[in-house]
């Protein structure tokens, strides 16, 4: 919305390239966005959407023919130009929004949520769709999400927004694996915590060191993230050599298809989850109440602040 | 190949029936009040607008031709159009600033046009003729203010009427008005915006048509109910402003003559139904009739 131009920012300044653009009003600022509910305008057949924008900027009537002939095969919906837009499904409006974004070539593509509204399934399709698009025109994308898998599916560069602020900014896979506070490591996927003390160079979890990958950064209240993918459950009487050791009684189970959740109690009194993939190459787990290990590889070791950077 | 049926597929269909019927029994009464209140009248009036004595006739239909009842045709449909007009004018901006305001204000907003709406027609009538006289409160400011030297004929004319009229129609078009503004989605203006349309351009290429729908119903309301209207321009007009309401109630009080009347009130059927298929021929039913 403040990119867009909607929204007055309280505070700061907004630059596309060199240009300030904090206070240009929406109309020049030349960008595409595609609405969270697309905002086709429905007294325009899907043409008249399209063509809009052209029309705006006095593009010649054989020039927005084509473009918007064009435009409808890139987002594959030939043919379907003279159709009014609630003759469209969800997903067809969808297409059409980002058609409508894109014609103009503007300098950069704003997607609120543009997702939100499809079913899981078509979202999917999208989601690969609109990856397709953005390789071909190469146009910088902002896109907004509050489906974490989506912006780590979606983007070159994830930041993450809280309460105004970016809180961390980084590749998916940096965001993912190594998150800077504990604010990222629970809002990206399901993660659980267990308070670490520093002392030098050595972290320790409940009197015991970690074995760690890195030396640990000073930092106030650490905790530790353990993912429940990244715990491995130890076969009964397995060492687990060179793994970090965490010791409890299973409380629950959940049976999710292609893998199962285990819900471990530790000895310290915490509770953690650990996820283990349906394979029959895994070690049988224990009944509910049964004694556990979970092996945590050293390069999964990872320790956050507990307060907000 | 045939269908299995459930063994209770039976039931269910007449449980479905019985619903349906049920349905139509609420409505029941409510379609026996409008067949005899409205629609009997009608045909009644029909009926009596082609009859003298015991003989079939056009005569009634004949008379209209006369030129008084043309001039009265020609004064209606002046006062009707300049109404609707200046209602439109005036509404549009109005209805537009409402459904642009927080709810709070917006309710402020609609309680000042309502307010009239709850206060009698004769009474808002009469407070006009004490505003607008001769002697009235407007032409005393504007004297003792010197800005005129001899009071205006703001009343007793066409003006007064024109005046009571839209003040007391302004309500009708301002309400399906707001009421369709306020359901269009912020977005369409900022896709607009986005789009490159400067504020001007998205109103008139977005706005604009997303809202004529209620403009439409505002102006098939007042529209009519203008044609029709008696009272304002009985009261304001001072016998200046011949409506064609005016020659139904002179021919029913003086000359007792139903035929005319009803003849007169079939022509003043017959232009309030042109009004609304010219308008739904442009704008389409569905629309003005709440469908999207």
Redesign the interface.
Known sequence: MVL???TRPDSGRLTFGDADITLA???K?????V???Y?????MSVNGNLA??LK??SVSRSDVESRVSRALDMVHLQGFGDRQV?QLSGGQRQRVALA??II?EPRILLMDEPLSALDKKLREEMQIEVRHLHQRLGMTTVYVTHDQREALTMSDRVAVIDHGRFRQIGRPREIYERPQTRFIAAFIGESHFLPVTLRGDAALLGGQPLMLASKPAAMAAPLLVLRPEKLRVLAPGEAGAGLNLLRGRVTELVYQGESTLVYVDLDSGQRVAARQAASASAPPLPEIGGAIALGLAPADTILVPDAPA | MSTVLAPNAEALRTAERREGLALGALAAPGLLLIGIVALAPIVWLFWLSFRTGDAFTFEHYVRLLHPTYLLSLRTTFELTFLVTGICVLLGYPLAYLTAQVKQRTASILLLFVLFPVWTSLLVRCYAWLVLLQRRGLINTWLTDAGLIDLPLRLVHNFTGTVIGMVHIMLPFMVLPLYATMRSIDRDYTRAAANLGATPTQAFWHVYVPLSLPGLAAGIIIVFILCLGFYVTPALLGGGRVMMWSMQIERNVTYHSDWGAASALGVVLLAMALAIFWAVGRVIGFQRILGGR
Not at chain 1, 29 to 33: A, S
Not at chain 1, 39 to 43: G, I
């Open positions: 867009a131009g909607f009003a929406p109309h600022r030349g960008v595409g966005m609405f969270q509910n905002a086709l305008f429905p007294h809009y924008p705006l900027r609630d409508r974004a103009f």
